[in-house]
């Protein structure tokens, strides 16, 4: 009896931490349909690459991805590169062109399920063409066999997509419109990190404040959705991302409590002028996103708060652009992702807008937010030298020497330690800090 051959996938991830879940779907997915999985592009039967395009960075990088693997397939024509996520939802059959026919199977957001099938008619096809499974927007959250790729720290999907329409954004063009799962059926995915004695859980969605919107019941939402979580023995939850015009009150209040809800919150600012913020749909002011800091600041004890922000959105003036430097100078992030703005296609501002900010200009923008934000993330986690903090233990730093850990409010954290400790939670005095993280050793 000739013994089955085994299949092996390999699965690339880029954008945010929803992505990475979806990627555990993906996994999980596979693993059910005998695949093993692992981490070289080079031993894979299957490679799929699960895909953002918030940025237009993103599109460009997997390009140049799927032209590994054609050099790959030149080697072994047998291998299958499959593409899903945001790209495969915006271009479609487009990706066959674009990636001179390299992909042999694409599938939308919520079509992650289909993925076998794909790989089966991907191999029995006759001619070059992509097999899909494309819906034009999901109208639902898919339920996948999630494989964590940790064994001590979870994911939960609480929302998919968004409805708010900020002009910039591709996300409901993609993803689809919010859509809540049921209170029941999170707390139940919840119950099951709690029997594997996980430390760890992040609540995930485009915008978590919305959660509930979209149900009709006032008693959905997202605060009592935490207070929930409290109730749970999980040592840790988490949550992202943020958004200023639907965060309320009893979100802060929740935080603010002795919980194990942890202290940071990221949370998109975008810009600080009124007129950008206007044009971007964002629903608030750069004083209510100011108020709703301090708030923020004054009931959550050391509060960790990160953002994005957009430069060089279409009719930026040197005056929009202070105020955002003015904004930032007054909220002290404790870190900020800065981007460049980038059409993206089919938004309202592609559609609407002249990009007619020189790219010159908004790199001189980009750097000089880059500098300030350096500055201040140095001085908030100069800040925590010689306070003592709990710390989850994740890995080995990248020296193979120290170990990597982060602080409830998401500092990261270096020191040395034994790798037992990965996985567990210790206590860390920090002894020094730069605008990378904090440095100390673990108090027994």
């Not at 990088?61 to 790209?87: D, F, M, Q, Y």
């Not at 807008?353 to 908030?380: C, G, H, N, W």
């Not at 040395?416 to 005095?429: A, E």
Request: proline share 4%; aromatic share 8%.
């Amino acid at each position: 009896m000739t013994q089955e051959t085994t299949k092996r996938a390999y699965i690339h991830t880029w954008g945010c931490q929803m992505n990475e879940h979806k990627s555990e779907g993906i996994a999980g997915v596979l693993t059910e349909e005998g695949y093993e999985l692992i981490d070289s592009m080079d031993e894979a039967d299957v490679v799929v690459y699960n895909t953002c395009m918030v940025r237009e960075k993103a599109v460009d990088k997997l390009l140049s991805h799927t032209g590994l693997v054609a050099k790959l397939k030149k080697k072994r024509p047998e291998v299958l590169l499959g593409i899903g996520g945001c790209v495969a939802q915006a271009l479609k059959g487009e990706l066959s062109e674009r990636t001179n026919q390299t992909v042999d199977f694409i599938f939308g957001s919520s079509q992650i399920g289909e993925v076998p099938r794909l790989i089966r008619e991907a191999k029995m096809r006759t001619n070059q063409r992509a097999v899909m499974a494309m819906e034009r927007i999901p109208d639902k959250l898919e339920d996948l066999p999630f494989l964590s790729f940790s064994p001590f720290q979870g994911k939960i999907t609480i929302t998919e997509g968004c409805s708010n329409f900020c002009s910039f954004c591709i996300v409901p063009y993609t993803t689809g419109l919010l859509r809540s799962r049921l209170p029941g059926s999170i707390l139940s995915e919840a119950a099951q990190f709690v029997e594997k004695k996980f430390q760890e859980v992040q609540l995930l969605g485009q915008n978590v404040d919305s959660y509930g919107n979209d149900l009709k019941d006032s008693d959905i939402n997202f605060a009592n959705l935490l207070k929930a979580f409290t109730e749970i023995d999980l040592p840790r939850v988490r949550f992202i991302s943020s958004h200023p015009q639907d965060m309320t009150d009893d979100v802060v209040k929740v935080m603010g409590e002795d919980n194990n809800i942890c202290e940071h919150i990221h949370v998109a600012v975008q810009s600080g002028s009124d007129r950008m913020l206007e044009n971007m749909r964002r629903g608030y002011t750069k004083e209510r996103f100011l108020s709703l800091m301090r708030d923020m600041k004054e009931n959550v004890e050391e509060v960790s708060v990160t953002t994005d922000v957009i430069v060089g959105y279409p009719g930026e003036t040197e005056e929009d652009f202070e105020q955002t430097v003015d904004l930032m100078q007054q909220a002290r992030f404790d870190g900020a992702f800065i981007f460049k703005y980038s059409p993206r296609p089919g938004t309202i501002s592609y559609l609407k807008y002249e990009d007619d900010v020189p790219f010159e200009t908004k790199q001189a923008r980009l750097e000089k937010l880059l500098v300030m934000q350096k500055q201040i993330s140095e001085e908030q986690n100069e800040a925590t030298i010689g306070k003592t903090y709990e710390v989850l233990v994740e890995k080995m730093a990248r020296d193979q020497v120290r170990l990597l850990g982060k602080t409830r409010p998401n500092k990261t954290v270096l020191f040395p330690g034994n790798p037992s400790l990965i996985g567990k939670l210790v206590n860390v005095k920090i002894n020094d800090a730069d605008m990378g993280g904090l440095y100390g050793e673990v108090i027994v």
